[in-house]
């Protein structure tokens, strides 16, 4: 196959939503219909126990398995679809946010009786800042929920963004009985089942045989919802919803296997083939021929006996070849990769080359960082990968003073996974690790241990927010340093930050000193 048609035929992008509302049962289904898995129940253990905030073996066991299922891959229909898998647990936003600069589009699973929820407001803020096409997909219909409109306009305005609604559910909970398929202009009727699927029959609304199928109320209503959705909602143009203004709708339920497929078959048909991406030097388009690509994701290796680690790469242009000569641009050096792996489902194996969209999976003995970029010889630096201001801060310190220099390095190489971020106080010399959610503290604490025979000790601090400064005035920039001293810290590439106590600490500094720039994330 021509080059240009392997990038055209390939679809990468994540399903999100806020715990519970049924992504890891919408990833298996749409891998079943992928032939890709055979039985239900695969993919579902690769799930860490939503409530579980300290049972360090289901964090090991999330680890080990999502590197086979971090990406899955399945060929359907001449397509080549990837799903990147994001953590469900909402102390591993982080890892969710680096995961979305790697699609191309997203399918956001909303919980019909539950509507929009925190964690999905959270993401849906990634995508518009990238402005991520975006379909919606309303789960649980078999369960009681609210009207459909109702949910709409709650989607329009807690989630910022268009909607413009392709099926229609007739009913919901006991009462479900389908949804109408605007798109195709089918209809497509209910039946619990785990393991079938439905058929779709083409009835136009006007007919007969529509009043035969539901009975003559229901039909009634879906004819007066559906002229309702014409009047309010604009027709559906594949343009918006590339341009990240308008996310298409669609009704089901995942876990009877309902709606999915009409999903699936829509999202192949709009969503988009790999897409530019933006290097800080230029802008990258996938046709090209020579190879680059960035790592989004560091997985450390189960076996503690092998310290070696996967990073995953998203290409972003031209081919990948097994054995063939990168640049590491940020060490500059060259690399080969005998043993790069690909993602197909739960299972992976090595390839002799891949494209752009695909994720490769190269095997690292702690040459990468999260960030990095891969080229054929190009110093390209692909942006995207910010770091966010951390929000939970523990000082940490050394608890066996023999192990010092191991837990350095374990301490460097989580960094480097991204699992936290990593700051030297100014003031006191100490290491400062900061978190967006209280799990990591124990996952590094744990891992420390286990992969680096290193014990550490953590102590609380009290800090509002971590956040990068800049200013083009040197006298008012080593101004605000005299001052705020006692405040200072260094990130991992010695960049200054500011640790403010309070909000309003934060609002005095900034107010205070009003040609500085107070930073939010990293890049900037
Ligand atoms: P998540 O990955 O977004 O966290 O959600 P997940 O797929 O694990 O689904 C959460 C729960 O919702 C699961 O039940 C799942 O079976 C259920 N679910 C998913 N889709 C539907 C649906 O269309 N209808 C109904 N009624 N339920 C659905 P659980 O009891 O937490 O897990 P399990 O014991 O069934 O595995």
Redesign the pocket.
């Known amino acids: 196959m021509e080059f240009e048609q392997e990038i055209a035929r390939r679809r990468t992008f994540a399903i999100i ?1 806020h ?8 990833t298996e289904k749409l891998l079943l219909f992928g032939g890709a898995i055979h039985v239900a129940g695969a993919v ?1 253990s690769n ?1 860490i126990k ?1 409530t579980a905030t300290s049972d360090f073996m289901e964090i090991e066991k999330q680890r080990g398995i999502s590197v086979a299922t971090s990406v899955m891959g399945f060929e359907y229909n001449g397509y080549k679809v990837n799903i990147l898998d994001t953590p ?1 647990h909402q102390d591993f936003a982080e890892d969710t946010f680096r995961t979305l600069t790697a699609v191309d589009s997203v399918i956001i ?1 909303i919980d019909a009786a539950k509507g929009v929820e925190t964690q999905t407001r959270k993401l849906m803020q990634v995508c518009r800042m990238r402005n991520t096409p975006v379909i919606v997909f309303v ?5 009681p929920c609210g009207d459909a409109f109702d949910l709409l306009d709650e989607i329009e305005t807690e989630l910022k963004i268009g909607v413009r609604p392709l099926s229609w559910p007739i009913g919901n909970g006991e009462r479900f009985m389908g949804v109408y398929n605007l798109f195709e202009k089918s209809l497509y009727m209910y039946e619990p089942s785990k393991q079938t699927v439905q058929e779709g029959v083409a009835v136009e609304l006007s007919s007969k045989e529509l009043d035969s199928r539901i009975g003559e109320t229901e039909a009634a209503t879906l004819r007066e919802e559906v002229e309702t959705i014409d009047g309010v909602y604009p027709e559906f143009d594949v343009q918006d919803y590339l341009r990240g203004q308008i996310a298409p709708v669609f009704f089901g ?4 296997n309902f709606g999915v497929r009409e999903l699936l078959h829509c999202f192949l048909q709009i969503a988009p083939q790999p897409q530019t991406s933006h290097a800080a030097e230029r802008d990258v388009l996938p046709q090209e021929k020579k190879f680059t690509g960035f790592v989004f994701k560091i997985h450390a290796n189960m076996d503690p006996n092998h310290r070696n680690r996967i990073a995953f790469v998203k290409i972003c242009s031209g081919k990948f070849e097994r054995n063939k000569a990168y640049k590491h641009v940020r060490l500059g050096k060259e690399l080969k990769f005998s043993s790069p792996t690909a993602f197909m489902a739960d299972k992976k194996s090595i390839i002799d080359e891949a494209y752009p969209g695909d994720i490769v999976g190269l095997p690292d003995t702690g040459n990468f960082k999260i960030g990095d970029s891969i080229s054929e010889g190009e110093n390209i630096n692909f942006r995207g990968l910010p770091s966010f201001s951390p929000e939970l801060f523990r000082y940490i310190d050394n608890a066996d003073p023999m192990k010092a220099k191991q837990l350095a390095k374990g301490i460097d190489q989580l960094m480097d996974e991204g699992v936290a971020q990593l700051f030297v106080h100014q003031f006191n010399g100490r290491k400062i690790i900061g978190t967006v959610g209280a799990l990591q503290f124990e996952v590094i604490e744990y891992r420390l241990l286990h992969e680096y025979g290193a014990k550490c000790r953590y102590e609380g601090i009290s800090l509002y927010k971590a956040c990068w400064i800049e200013s083009d005035d040197v006298a008012e920039l080593s101004e605000f340093k005299k001052r705020k001293a006692q405040y200072l810290a260094k990130d991992k590439d010695g960049r200054d930050v500011f640790l403010a106590e309070s909000n309003f600490m934060l609002q005095m500094a900034e107010q205070d000193f009003k040609k500085i720039r107070f930073h939010f994330t990293s890049e900037f």
Do not use: E, F
């Open positions: 939503s715990p519970d509302a049924g992504k890891t049962t919408l579902k799930k939503k469900g699973v789960n649980k219909l078999d369960r339920s995942a876990l009877n």
